[in-house]
């Protein structure tokens, strides 16, 4: 079992440099070409909205295509000496919705400046940008947070219990589940490629489970979770939070490996953000496109899985789901 598994590198991220191009010509027409079609010297406030703005997007631009990695190691090799568990999110990922409010607030003082009939656009962007704040505090809380605390309550068969950890990242989840399990193991599973977590996460995972004296209570896997490494009817047990919703199209796929690899009458407490306020002041509108409640059941279903309890907490929907037992 737990057989080493080999996967191609991905770059999840690569479009940034797309997005960077856009972004230098946006944020040069900004700064250079819009403040001349207006009287600039005769308003501060337009020549000011409108040089914000800019210049906050060439910052974004340069930032997502340069700056994050120099700007990561440099922050995050200070926080390591000084802190103790690291779980690897940027800066970027801290404070990327309050550049967006700063930017929406300034693109409605330069609206309402030089075009003051089309107040309800600069109304709106006003509004966008206090959600963007709120936004901003929202993934602060989320990512501040040094562990997760699981409500693992029914999950477990017994203190022995081997456990998988799919999507462990820098490891919130894996110290998290170690701490409770007395005399068990966990198999602490991810593909360590995630752009937003810094180099991947698997270095800062070793590092946090040492930390934590944890290193032989898990074993690290590299491996993805639409095609576990491991034999059908494996684990005890498995966690996971904030990872299948980062699957696209293979949400089900995912499931249905899990349902695979789990042990008749074994448990899955899955974490999940699904639409609600607080995902909306993150996302704006593309909150919606989270899977809902209703759609996670009707998959979970679908992969085999009985639905044993469910609610919210710490922001995100819990579900903990059961593979039958065929006796
Ligand atoms: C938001 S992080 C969550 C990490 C951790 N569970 C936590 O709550 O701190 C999502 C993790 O899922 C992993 N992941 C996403 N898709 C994956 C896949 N198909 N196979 C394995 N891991 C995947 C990413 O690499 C990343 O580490």
Not at 25 to 44: E, Q
Not at 139 to 166: E, N, Q, W, Y
Not at 299 to 313: N, Q
């Amino acid at each position: 079992m737990h057989e080493q598994s080999r996967l191609k590198p991905r770059h999840p991220h690569s479009h940034m440099w797309l997005m960077g191009l856009v972004g230098l010509a946006a944020g040069l027409a900004l700064m250079v070409y819009a403040p001349t079609l207006k009287g600039v010297s005769t308003s501060l406030l337009l020549f000011a909205g409108f040089h914000v703005v800019g210049g906050l997007v060439l910052l974004t631009t340069l930032w997502v295509t340069a700056l994050r990695g120099p700007v990561r190691r440099w922050t995050h090799a200070a926080e390591r000496q000084a802190k103790g568990y690291d779980f690897g999110w940027g800066p970027g990922w801290m404070n990327g919705l309050g550049v967006a409010a700063l930017a929406a607030l300034a693109a409605a003082v330069a609206v309402e400046v030089s075009a003051p009939a089309l107040w309800p656009l600069a109304f709106l962007l006003v509004a966008a940008g206090v959600v963007f704040v709120v936004g901003n505090l929202v993934m602060r809380g989320f990512r501040r947070l040094d562990h997760v605390v699981l409500p693992m309550v029914d999950l477990l068969r017994s203190d022995r219990d081997v456990v998988l950890d799919a999507g462990c990242g820098s490891g919130r989840t894996t110290i998290a589940l170690s701490r409770v399990l007395k005399d068990g193991h966990v198999i602490a599973v991810d593909r360590f490629d995630a752009g937003y977590i810094d180099e991947g996460g698997r270095r800062l995972l070793e590092r946090n489970l040492a930390l934590a004296g944890l290193t032989d209570k898990v074993s690290i896997e590299t491996a993805d979770l639409t095609a576990l490494p491991f034999a059908a009817a494996d684990f005890d047990a498995a966690v996971s939070t904030h990872v299948y919703d980062h699957l696209g199209r293979d949400k089900q796929a995912g499931l249905a490996e899990m349902f695979r690899v789990l042990k008749p009458g074994a448990r899955f407490l899955m974490g999940v953000r699904t639409p609600g306020w607080s995902m909306f002041a993150v996302g704006s509108v593309l909150s919606f496109l989270l899977t809902s409640k209703v759609a996670w059941r009707r998959m979970a279903a679908g992969a085999g899985f009985a639905v044993i309890d469910e609610g919210a907490f710490n922001g995100t929907w819990f579900v903990l789901l059961e593979k039958p037992d065929a006796t």
